[in-house]
């Protein structure tokens, strides 16, 4: 396999052929309306066919008793895993067929890139939720090249079906639901590695797997080409351990790429808010008066569904910048305080803790509702009061769409093929972004679900941009100094 | 009481003091904050409650056997009533209890004009759903003077707990829930009057009433001063018996009336639109190609809230005035058959059959959308075709919103009292539409809910418009030679 | 020519094969893409070639002098006539085809109409502006079957080349720019008719033909078939008439039709407030507090147009009905005294007067800007203040585009013909709005211009509505029983 | 003075009193409505009163005469200037005086930050238009402590009346309307300094200034503490130096701060698209099919704009995630030959030339619309084809709002209060952005303008959130680590 090579700039750099984003008109079979079948089934009921299993299954009688303590086989897959029921196998096979529907991103990776197969040789150890959509990228990391061992990074969110599953496909699978604490650990251990199998990639979801290398097998990162991390949790870890000169491998951040930023807070908010509410609450929104707590991307997405609407939104803010935009986008910036006896609602959509306090909760009309739609749950402080006058509405939100989730893992499988295949240089032992030009590539996996068919720059218009046909499509002095100066605005 | 008169224009009318739409400033202690809980509790799931009693009163053995076939007492109310269980009266009062802080029109109605209880001498039997919401109905005309008996109009939707709290309350009700259709009409029969006491008015929703009334009792007519229609069905009818020349009393259609329209079309549909289908399929409509079939008040409300949130959304019509509104507003026109192998959903709001075919379902893409809006359950060709490709959404949307309930009930309301009090002859035995002044008077119950201030004439702008200060606040000359000419764009 | 009848329910009703309204699989070879060009050079200039003219023709002496005291010939066209120069045909010509590229509709008329001549047989009198518009609405009577007589309606607005084209055309036109009022009087005298010729149809924009005809040719009543109305003063005046009993033949308000309502009020006012407030004040409006008094179609217009550009909007309104519909779409309803210290904007769209009084602007803050964008001009109270701290803009938005006079322009032309062929006992001697049919098909008109496609209703589905396929769309029952309650919400 | 220090981390850091951001309830006297004008008199026309004075004053001889060869002195101000007429000092300070009104943020700065005097001992040499919106900055600049000294950067856009106010002030000007290029450059390096005075700072829009220094002063860049440049053009030149490691100075790249490029690209377009393409062409939007080409923050505004009043609107894109992004916000991204033939108008807004080709122009429909909102102007091929049908509309925009003159103004005064004031060693010889807490700083005076009330952090919230009560806002690990990524998504 040649490496290849994402960002280079130099002369020399050949973009392998599979990366090239597709245009309307050249020959491409995935342009064809993408064939989707809808989520209900399988996704807002993370588990509707392993219960069934469990059911049809549950005469055998070890069901109670930790797989730990039991010898499974996998007839054409690794004897080497540990998972709840092998013979769950063809159930959890119909749910990821399901799911395959679902993330045509990744089934049009598949297919690009499955000659040059860009991962053969890379070793992925993994730790993620295990469900059917997890498994749509552990078989796309496969079908590049890669072997892969998985671990749960949850213990309770394993969808035993699927990881049954795989193992039958050939994954090395150690995980299933309910796992004790001493349980998840053993599965994460044993997932690693062996004497015959060790990692050069790693794939993580909160930071417990990177963490485990670090403390029981330092040794493993002699072989790291890199660590992708999805969490906010788990790249605040990376960041420290680089402040403090402890980052032994390059690491990337998927969490901040633009693409899965914009999904996972301004289009997925401004989608999910009013139905969430309405779910929970059955207010009609027309002429109603509501608060939004922060006006980042969540905050934007809430205020223009609401304002779609016909609700009469306030924003309150702490960020000047932000506050501007707020004004200009036709919403009134307010303190909480200065209109809080007024209100019908209240959304907070901050990260900061305490934004709603007792002194608004005590102040507010009967009836008054108030939902908290950022990350963290501290916002409104529930604790310190007794709320009588205000329902408190927990938008958790649960059914991610599967459109966020495509974009997500498709973001995790570029990282990981970036870090595999950079060439030396390229990466230190440093926190980084993934690089524009694969955002762009995760975001042209997704194109063809909207039919929509990008222009292709002639190479005159190129050269006189400065920059490639194929992208990245920022002149290159965006990429230097920049360093003071980052934001989402 | 003294005989009022909304609509005079002769001079010697004298408007009820109540009937003034009340202006800020003027001292009105309606107009604070209004109290509201969430609906959740007693609405969604319309009998709670209710269930919970027949459990905790189930000890009772008559549980199986037919009301009828028992005698109840209600220690302070009417001897003469049928109901499940007068026992569950208690929690029926919650139920009520919590519908009115959800009806703040109503309980606004109860108290403007319960001094002068313009229903004094009204004798209304009514046959509706008999729910919390319809109980804060009938406890508002007693406010007003009426005497009221009640049946269901639907042997499934009784709430048996609220019926025993009518009853306890001094209203004579003949329903509960799973009658059989025999039972039915014996509630109905009792219901419409004894020898010591015959109805002067009808409230009916659906017609059945009526109906009964025709073939039973046509002396009643004599007596009566008008009938109150709510349902589609049981309007037609009405105009049916008047073309025929056989409508013995003033009716008024209620459904038609301005407010009632838009809030039960174009404004509930905005905004319920996006949920039902988000809750049934779990789609994101960014960027999704949707054909709203229908371009009157439900597909306006469809297409204004799919906009909103990024859908691309084409349009079908057969008139030309909505097609040409479609397009000023920003839809593309087309005929369904153009279009129908590209797009993500269909959504019919027409109220016409057959409107997606099997020829149009063989055609979709895999996992398109079609889901029926409108009035109609043939909208969509079920019966024809094996709907293999396509995921067809039933909206049946049943939580119906109290605010919508809210403005039926008030508008039922108004016309009892119109008809009640018009003075001879300004009502002959024909079908009307509720005044335009008391369609006036049912928005300006809901504006508190919003803490709306409406402006007041003055005398001089008054005069120069030709118009009472008071309203209706159109021009005299729109009421005449209008009669070719009548829409809704 | 065989008689022709659009409302007709009776079964012997026979719509004219060019009423049908066209469907795309139709052979209709007005479908294809209208051929338009941009407006600018004839319509926001009214007379930009005329004035060239009088440049170039100017040699002639006789320019100072009344077209009255001099001889004029036309070639082919009518020996009888008066206007300011013949010679200008050429140049008036140029402006004329160029209107028609913006007319399409008056076009697409001719064509589906032309040859079954529905006017053959009407002798028009005309009384309107004398504008290249106008005259493709002439030429398009005369394509039709009529002969035509014109004379202006008002004394400046004539555009001499147009009028000159027109009379080389055949059509007898009395006017010229800047006529003294005797002229315009005499105009219109000549133009009623002669021993020879005598109306029996009367076009009239103000009212001013028809007085003079009640005037001094009342006798001419015996033959005339019908008045067509277009502005609301004359409207004013024909209702009186009716009112007193003394209208002497039918008459037709053109003014409010539902399509032309539409355009000249709502989608005219959205496209139109932004652009004339932002060419006076070069003001932002993101941001922006704007109350807008009255929420009419015209406010409706307005409010939706600003609240997409970010400004903060409140409404006030006297008529609860339109209040509660401002609250539905997210706008607060208040009081101007309330608010108008913190605004920076207030745009009456209510047609009241003094709606912004002298107490207002003096509590306004400096710069704040005051605009009219309803009909009448006494809604700021002008006259009682001193107006130091408001900028006041008069919007007299004075380019109407082309797509609003089409509309007019057709729908007076199928109110002639609707008149010209009714079956006796249609119409009485009343004011009447045009039939909903009529209305229909002048939207059908305007539909290429948006390739939109109307879809057909199959017979089944026309049965079970209770309808033609051909319209109009409307159930029957919707005819009846409507007198008390017209309203435009 | 205390030097003062924005971005500094380090404990000893202490933020100047007035660099706090105002929060409401603090007393501060600039939360008051702010005192404005409208802007039509000064802004429309740059020149009005200029010209006014030109006539009043036109009886001296020497009008003709270049100001080169003349002797003018100030009464108060510097000897040292060359401008057109010092007599036209008078109507200068009106314009002056009105722009002070539009520009309310340089006006609080002057308040926040007038006692401490930041750029006290600061000798700024700036070139740029010379406006009356320049004379504020430049006033706001003295205010502060600068000393200045000032050329105009364009030959034909000096304001000489406004001119001559600053000379009176005491601002040594060297500018006058109509400069030959070699009085150009004459003027600057009269500017650039004498013996008795060396500018330490360069203000420059263009890169003009800069150039002459580079060429004939290099000795001066000993003294110099940084360049504020304004224009792309400036920009792209001081890049090429730094690369060229050829940069003597820091320089700050004002164009790029977030506050400025939101403003002077989406919001400004916004709300300008519409008015410009009405009042060149009187279309009408609802239900036109436009083309924009581009969805970068220009092209997102003139979408917005566009859908908001109806037009169906269609993006061609080249970067996969703007298209995903158009996609989600509801647009078709498609290529513009696809469509060429149906559409109505096409808008580029991409920076690219030769967008719109003359293969494109030959197949639009005949009065379709081609404009060009990007900065190139080569973005429509003219020169290679005839345009016979389209209408090209070239949106020059020129007036551009006093709102965003403000924020560009407001950035280059921070800019300049910066580099001044930054300590040792944070600033190299390279190009930096403005830091972000300046930029917010910028934000914070435009918010009175909306009566905006900013949240102020607890001391508790600021600690979770790792960050000052003051800001900046963003958590410090974003300042790290980026440099492989940015953009303006």
């Known amino acids: 396999m040649a490496k290849w090579d994402s960002c280079g700039s130099s002369p020399a750099f050949k973009q392998p052929h599979w990366m090239q984003i597709p245009f309307t008109g050249q020959k491409q079979e995935f342009n064809r309306p993408p064939t989707r079948t809808v989520r209900s089934m399988s996704q807002s009921s993370t588990d509707s066919f392993s219960k069934l299993c469990v059911a049809v299954h549950s005469d055998t009688s070890d069901d109670e008793s930790s ?249 309150t803010e702490v960020d000047p910048i932000c506050a501007l935009q707020a004004c200009m986008d036709g919403f009134r910036v307010i303190k909480l305080s200065e209109i809080v006896r007024h209100i019908d609602m209240v959304i907070t959509c901050t990260g900061i803790k305490n934004v709603v306090m007792r002194e608004h909760l005590d102040k507010m009309k009967n009836g008054c509702i108030v939902c908290n739609m950022g990350h963290s749950s501290s916002e409104i402080d529930l604790v310190k009061t007794h709320v009588v006058c205000a329902c408190i509405a927990a938008l958790t939100c649960s059914t991610v769409p599967s459109f966020v989730l495509s974009i997500t893992a498709a973001t995790q499988a570029m990282a990981l093929i970036e870090l595999y295949n950079a060439p030396e240089g390229r990466y230190n032992k440093d926190v980084y972004l993934l690089p524009k030009k694969m955002d762009e590539y995760v975001a042209s996996l997704h194109l063809p679900i909207f039919d929509a068919h990008l222009t292709e720059l002639s190479d005159d218009q190129a050269k006189y941009m400065g920059i490639s046909k194929h992208g990245p499509f920022k002149p290159n002095y965006y990429r230097h100094k920049l360093l003071s100066h980052i934001d989402k605005h």
């Open 67 to 315: 797989p730990r303590d039991k010898l499974q086989k996998s007839t054409k897959g690794p004897s080497d895993f540990c998972i709840k029921n092998i013979s769950q196998a063809d159930f959890g096979r119909k749910e990821i067929e399901m799911a395959e529907q679902e993330m045509p991103a990744l089934m049009n990776l598949r297919k690009r890139a499955g000659g040059e197969k860009p991962l053969a040789g890379a070793k992925v150890v993994g730790c993620t939720h295990i469900t059917a959509q997890t498994a749509v990228l552990i078989e796309t990391l496969a079908a590049l090249g890669a072997q892969c061992r998985w671990a749960a990074c949850n213990i309770f969110s394993t969808q035993n079906a699927v990881a049954a599953a795989l193992v039958k496909a050939g994954i090395s699978v150690f995980a299933w639901r309910g796992e004790s604490e001493d349980e998840f650990w053993w599965c994460i251990d044993h997932c690693v590695g062996t004497e015959t199998w060790q990692p050069n990639m790693v794939l993580d979801d909160g930071g417990d797997l990177t963490d485990w290398i670090y403390k029981k097998y330092p040794e493993l990162f002699k072989n790291l080409k890199g660590v992708v991390e999805e969490s906010i949790t788990g790249i605040y870890r990376l960041y420290q351990l680089s402040k403090a000169g402890r980052l032994s491998v390059p690491a990337m951040n998927v969490n901040d790429s633009v693409t899965k930023q914009k999904f996972d807070n301004l289009y997925f908010c401004k989608e999910s808010v009013l139905e969430g509410l309405k779910r929970t609450t059955d207010i009609m929104f027309g002429g109603k008066q509501v608060v939004v707590c922060g006006y980042g991307e969540v905050g934007k997405g809430c205020c223009a569904a609401l304002k779609a609407l016909g609700a009469i939104v306030y924003v």
